[in-house]
Structure formats: structure tokens, C-alpha cells
């Protein structure tokens, strides 16, 4: 019992993150106030009086990973800890949720998670809130600090520039979940970029809903290029990445300008989600197939160095299958680098969810196989035009000598053209380097989604 009372006296906490890289980054600010206020984090939950769920709530499958997991985390958690529930199924869901989980001690929805550190001290305290009833926080929520506790490999980070999303496509639920576009104050972005890179940060993914709207509600339709040039004299940060780029909104005169200036990485994330005009417009895009067929024509001629993610959706309403070939046939000629593709989810709320000719998801589910099938080829091909090539690696992490995939490798690395989490990795063998250090790798192998190279 001593133990137990040591660690309440202190104030100890712990993270389970769900969700998309803008859910982590709201977390780690959260985690950073709590530090802040003389909390220590504890990487092992059982020691930790204050146990903090981030969840998901953009599909319905997110939303049952996040029951999933509030589950597993009550039925184990102590009569001493306390479980806090943060995030997009708060916002969505509401008070629903505090009659089906009793056990959970707070529900603070999006735009009240900053007030968990002004509350968590009664929540665990000696003056706790009454058992089995869930504490109802309400008021404005306290603007972000600006220290946060990642909870990336150190040498990584996600910038978010922006909250919510004014495109207000026909299948989603983020306006909903979190408001209207919101671009965050550019010095304050700068500022933290700064503090990033002073912290040992190297690589900067510049992320929002709608990363290439960064301005347009107050007007400065350049201030994501603004910003990302003078992130790019940042002194420490030697990789910025953008991610969630929306084709309606690219400069593409701006983006080949930070490319050539090497200011960015010749790496770039846009969603197109389809290619069909007509499930454009029912989706309310704001483009068409030949936009996008520009779009990508000038990218690619821009820098032959430049590497394409995209995602696209299967089985919306009403795809016949001329509408699904036409996008099997488009991806076939774009020949993305990487490539996610998800299914149609009908979700509660949404214009999308009440469209006639709902595909049956069985029928959604082979079409998202088949295009994850022609795609695994386009990327092996891609991939394989690297073999023999000189590049700049860096290095996340090590691997045990029993987990090695190859006999000689020793860790894992990124090149420019493979995002953390999302994209496949790099072997690396040959002379070993420190964890965030950028070193030149010769590709010698590929396998499916990844390389094999040895170090220089």
C-alpha cells in the first residue's frame, strides 16, 4: 500500500493514443500541461493513478476500437486510478457514454480536453469526485500551452497547424466532431517549431484536416508556404514533411518554389479519395478527374525526386463498376508511390449516409482488395527504380539480433519518400548509426513495402 500511496502523493499519469496523428498531437499538449503542473508520466499504467483514453470517432470502426479499448482499460484498471475518456467519441457520442461506462471517471469532449490538468488534482486527490459518477466539466476551454510531451521517436514530430475543416465533404463527420476551419496563430506555429527543434526534433510533419487551407479563414490563402519557409531556417530541423494536402487547394507554383529550395521534402500527401466526376460531385470535393490529372502532371514534372502518397475510397453510394474501373485505371496510371484505400462507411449525420445505391459492404471490402492488390505492385515497381541508388536515411530505432529480418540488419530508417506510420521502413545494415541521425544508405534490396540498404 505504501506504493500506491507514494505514487498518488505524486500525481502520475499515463496515455493510451487512438486515432489520427492530429489526436496525438492533441494528447501530447494535454500531457505536457499535466507535466507542467508537477505530474510525471509513467510509461507502465500500472503505476499510474491517472489513466487517460484518446479516441477516435471519424468512422465506426474507430469508434469501436475505442470501446474496445475503454473496456479492456476498466475491467484492469485499480480502485485507486482513475480513468479519463478524451476526444472525438466524447464530442460525438455525449452523455451516452457516461451510461455506458459508468467506470470511467471524465468525459471531456474535444473542445474541453485542455481542462483536464485544471481538474485531474480533485479527480485524484484526497477531495475526489463521488465513486461510480462521471465528473461534468463544462466552460471555455484553456488555450494550449505551449510545452508539450511527445509521444513520437524523439526525433520526430507533427506540427498542427490548423482544427476542423470547412470543405464539408459529403461522408464526414470531422466539422461535426471539430468545428469549422481554425488556422492557429503563424507565429505561435513558428514558435513552436523552434521549441521542436531545441528538443532534439529533426523531422517536422506539418499536419491538419485540410493541411493546404492553413490561412484561408482569415484570408492569407499563402501562409502554409510562408510558414513552411521559415520553418525551413529553423536551425535543427533538416526534414519538413506535409501530409493531408487537398488537391483543390495546392499551389503548385508555390510547392515546386520549397522543393527547389530544398525548404521541404520532395514528398507530398493528397487524398483524391476518387476520380469519377460524378462521385466527385456527390462527395463535394470541389474538383475533377482532369484537375487532378494536371494536378499530378505538374507535380511529377516539377522534380523527378518527387514521391506521391494518396487515398482513395471504395464503395461509395452509387459506384458502378465503370466508376470503380475508371479508378483501378487512374491509379494504374498515376503510379502513386503509396497508396491507403478504405471502404464507404455510412456515418450517422452525414448527407453520404442517406445517398441511394448503398453498396453492401462485401462487395466495398473486394474492391478495396483489389485495388490494395494493384497498388502493392505499382509500389514494388517504384520502389525496385531505387535498387543501387545512394540515399539519406534516417535512423528511428534498433532491432534484437532474434527479430532481424536479414542476417547484418541492425535497425530501422526512413528515406525522404517514407512517412512514419503510414509507409513502409528502410533495413539498414552495414555501420551502425545513432537513433535520428541522417546517414547515407546504398539500396540494395527490396521486399513488398520496404527497403534493405547498408550504411556508408
Known amino acids: 500500500m505504501k506504493a500506491v500511496d507514494e505514487i498518488r502523493s505524486v500525481g502520475s499519469f499515463h496515455f493510451f493514443n487512438l486515432g489520427c496523428s492530429k489526436n496525438l498531437v492533441d494528447a501530447e499538449r494535454v500531457a505536457g500541461s499535466l507535466e507542467e503542473r508537477g505530474w510525471q508520466y509513467k510509461e507502465d499504467p500500472a503505476l499510474a493513478s491517472l489513466l487517460v483514453i484518446t479516441t477516435c470517432a471519424f468512422i465506426s470502426i474507430a469508434e469501436e476500437e475505442s470501446v474496445g479499448e475503454i473496456i479492456r482499460v476498466a475491467s484492469g484498471k485499480e480502485g485507486w486510478q482513475k480513468l479519463v475518456v478524451l476526444g472525438c467519441m466524447v464530442t460525438r457520442e455525449g452523455d451516452e457514454l457516461g451510461d455506458l461506462f459508468p467506470e470511467v471517471d471524465l468525459f471531456l469532449p474535444v473542445d474541453e480536453m485542455m481542462r483536464l490538468p485544471e481538474v485531474a488534482d480533485s479527480l485524484v486527490g484526497p477531495v475526489g469526485q463521488e465513486q461510480g459518477r462521471p465528473v461534468k466539466v463544462s466552460g471555455e476551454c484553456l488555450s494550449h500551452p505551449g510545452g508539450r510531451r511527445l509521444f513520437t521517436i524523439p526525433h520526430l514530430a507533427y506540427l498542427k497547424i490548423a482544427e476542423g475543416c470547412s470543405n464539408h465533404c459529403s461522408y464526414c463527420t470531422i466539422p461535426d466532431i471539430r468545428g469549422e476551419l481554425r488556422s492557429e496563430d503563424h507565429d505561435e506555429m513558428l514558435e513552436e517549431a523552434i521549441a521542436l527543434a531545441r528538443a532534439g526534433v529533426k523531422e517536422l510533419v506539418l499536419i491538419a484536416q485540410d493541411t493546404s487551407a492553413y ?186 539480433d532474434n527479430e532481424s529480418p536479414l542476417p547484418g540488419v541492425w535497425g530501422t530508417g526512413r528515406y525522404y519518400g517514407q512517412a512514419h506510420d503510414v509507409d513502409g521502413v528502410t533495413f539498414l545494415s552495414g555501420r551502425k548509426a545513432n537513433r535520428g541521425e541522417i546517414v547515407k544508405v546504398r539500396i540494395n534490396e527490396v521486399e513488398a513495402y520496404d527497403l534493405f540498404g547498408k550504411v556508408e
Open 215 to 400: 490561412g484561408q479563414d482569415s484570408g492569407n490563402v499563402d501562409d502554409l508556404y510562408r510558414l513552411a519557409g521559415e520553418i525551413g531556417r529553423v536551425e535543427g530541423i533538416e526534414w519538413i514533411r506535409l501530409m493531408y494536402l487537398h488537391p483543390a487547394h495546392l499551389d503548385t507554383g508555390r510547392i515546386e518554389a520549397l522543393i527547389s529550395a530544398e525548404t521541404i521534402i520532395p514528398y507530398l500527401d493528397i487524398p483524391v479519395q476518387h476520380v469519377s466526376d460524378r462521385i466527385l460531385k456527390d462527395m463535394g470535393r470541389g474538383y475533377q478527374r482532369k484537375d487532378l490529372e494536371d494536378l499530378f502532371g505538374k507535380l511529377r514534372n516539377m522534380d523527378r525526386r518527387v514521391v506521391l502518397r494518396t487515398t482513395v475510397m471504395a464503395g461509395f453510394p452509387g459506384e458502378t463498376e465503370d466508376e470503380f474501373n475508371e479508378l483501378l485505371d487512374f491509379i494504374e496510371e498515376q503510379k502513386f508511390d503509396h497508396l491507403g484505400v478504405f471502404t464507404f462507411s455510412p456515418e450517422r449525420g452525414t448527407t453520404a449516409s442517406s445517398m441511394k445505391g448503398q453498396i453492401d459492404s462485401d462487395r466495398a471490402l473486394a474492391r478495396m482488395d483489389e485495388i490494395a492488390s494493384v497498388q502493392m505492385d505499382i509500389s514494388h515497381d517504384r520502389l525496385i527504380s531505387l535498387m543501387g541508388t545512394l540515399q539519406n536515411v534516417i535512423v528511428d530505432g534498433y532491432i534484437e
